[in-house]
């Protein structure tokens, strides 16, 4: 199951990537669909601990009942998740950290050393594309960002994946539009010579993704993050 938390669906950046994943993956025989999370109604988690109440009747259940509800049933089924987000403000877009809140918490055991309730380790991945050139990448905090998320799925799910697509273009005429702080023919190369790489890292990544193989954390690639 893949998730696009980018509001632009069809040809953008973080869907590329996840439809370049979705190849991938389907290359290597698995059956796959991706949600539109910006097409969904739904809100984070409301804190209700409904999940944690000792008298609960199923683990593992949000109580919330919204558009979240029956995908996050499905989950429950899923062989393995990759959730793609552009960088918005340094962190995951609102919509794909609202479905991370509702996705992680309820499996979430507060037990002494945190265990998670979901029944199988399964693979995850993070697809995130950000304008940032590598340059300014590391001058910012993001990677702790990334690495957060990275140890929030590897802990709930399974060992969890990063791809990081960097410096990617954000219109597709930058004459149209405010732009000054890019260097626009930089942008435009960019794109033709490296986001096809970040395809191709994706396809890949979709295609691990599949094997069925959970690797233990020091195998995974990003693992550095
Ligand atoms: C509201 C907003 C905030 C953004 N903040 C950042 C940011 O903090 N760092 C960054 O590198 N890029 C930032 N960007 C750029 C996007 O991350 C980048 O263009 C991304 O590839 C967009 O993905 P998409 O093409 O799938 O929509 C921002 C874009 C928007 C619209």
Same mark, same amino acid.
């Given at each position: 199951m893949a998730f696009n938390? *980018?509001?632009?669906? %069809?040809?953008w950046n973080t869907v590329t990537l996840l439809n370049n994943a979705l190849k991938g993956a389907e290359s290597a025989g698995a059956k796959t669909e991706l949600l539109q999370l910006y097409d969904l109604n739904y809100s984070g988690?409301? *804190?209700? #601990?409904s999940c944690k109440k000792?008298?609960? %009747?199923? @683990?593992?259940?949000?109580?919330v009942q919204d558009d979240l509800t029956a995908v996050l049933n499905r989950v429950k089924e899923a062989d393995a998740l990759i959730i793609g987000s552009p960088v918005y403000y340094g962190t995951e877009t609102a919509a794909t950290r609202a479905f991370l809140e509702r996705l992680c918490f309820p499996y979430l055991k507060y037990a002494k050393n945190m265990q *998670?309730?979901?029944p199988k380790r399964i693979n995850t991945a993070m697809i995130y594309t950000m304008g940032v050139t590598e340059e300014m990448l590391k001058q910012t905090g993001f990677s702790q960002v990334f690495a957060t998320t990275r140890m929030m799925l590897g802990m709930h799910f399974g060992a969890c994946e990063l791809l990081l697509s960097k410096d990617?273009?954000?219109?597709? @005429?930058?004459?149209? #539009?405010?732009?000054?702080? #890019?260097d626009k023919e930089a942008k435009y190369k960019r794109h033709a010579e490296v986001f096809p790489k970040d395809c191709k890292r994706a396809f890949e990544l979709g295609v691990r993704m599949a094997s069925g193989e959970v690797p233990e954390p020091e195998q995974i690639p990003g693992f550095e993050y």
């Open positions: 938390g *980018s509001p632009r669906k %069809k040809k988690c409301i *804190s209700c #601990f000792i008298d609960r %009747k199923e @683990d593992g259940v949000c109580a *998670s309730l979901f990617t273009l954000q219109y597709s @005429d930058y004459g149209k #539009f405010e732009s000054e702080m #890019f």
